[in-house]
């Protein structure tokens, strides 16, 4: 009875338009077909060597908690994590989207992180290999090194999200 693969991740969100846009604009995800749940929603394709993983987004009906309003926090999960090419294209696209990130070189390996965090809090882990790159190693100030368990988010930041990504990224 082995595993064979991740199916979905889930995301609650209470700005399902901020939340596609960031997904679609900022990390190129694609709209993918969803059925009618009765609910707000998007389901989001992430390529990968053997077809398409999903990305669920849901918003209203189950996503609200007791409050009527989507939990801040994510739980116990940390992160949700891609594989990803372009790492210098990534960090141009964050700082045209206005959204903070921090990099991480894993140590004897050739493999290159950045982190940003979704509208709705949800970090985001893009792990690149060097050897995909063709660029030398980047030097990570010591200001954007990630450093785990601590949290850069800034819901302000992601105020305006959708509009501001809908004219930086036609």
């Known amino acids: 009875m082995p595993i064979t693969g991740l199916l979905h991740v889930a995301i609650k969100t209470e700005d399902l338009e901020a939340t596609v846009a960031f997904y679609t604009k900022v990390i190129g995800l694609r709209l993918a077909p969803r059925p009618d749940f009765g609910f707000a929603g998007a389901w989001l394709a ?39 090419v372009g790492w210098n294209a990534f960090r141009e696209r964050f700082a045209q989207a ?14 290159w992180q950045l982190f940003v965090y979704d509208p709705s809090g949800v ?5 690149f290999d060097a050897q995909g790159e ?9 200001a954007m090194r990630y450093r ?18 809908a004219s930086a990224f036609p």
């Open 98 to 111: 206005g959204l903070p990130w921090r990099e991480f070189l894993i140590p004897n390996t050739t493999y």
């Open 123 to 127: 970090q985001l882990e893009l792990t």
């Open 46 to 84: 992430v390529p990968t060597a053997v077809g398409e993983a999903v990305i669920h987004i849901y918003a209203g009906g189950p996503a609200l908690g007791r409050e009527g309003r989507v939990p801040p926090e994510t739980g116990a999960i940390d992160h949700v994590s891609v594989t990803a």
């Open 148 to 165: 785990a368990g601590e949290s850069f988010f800034d819901a302000s930041r992601y105020a305006g999200l959708a509009r501001r990504l």
């Open 134 to 142: 063709g660029i030398a190693v980047p030097e990570v100030p010591d």
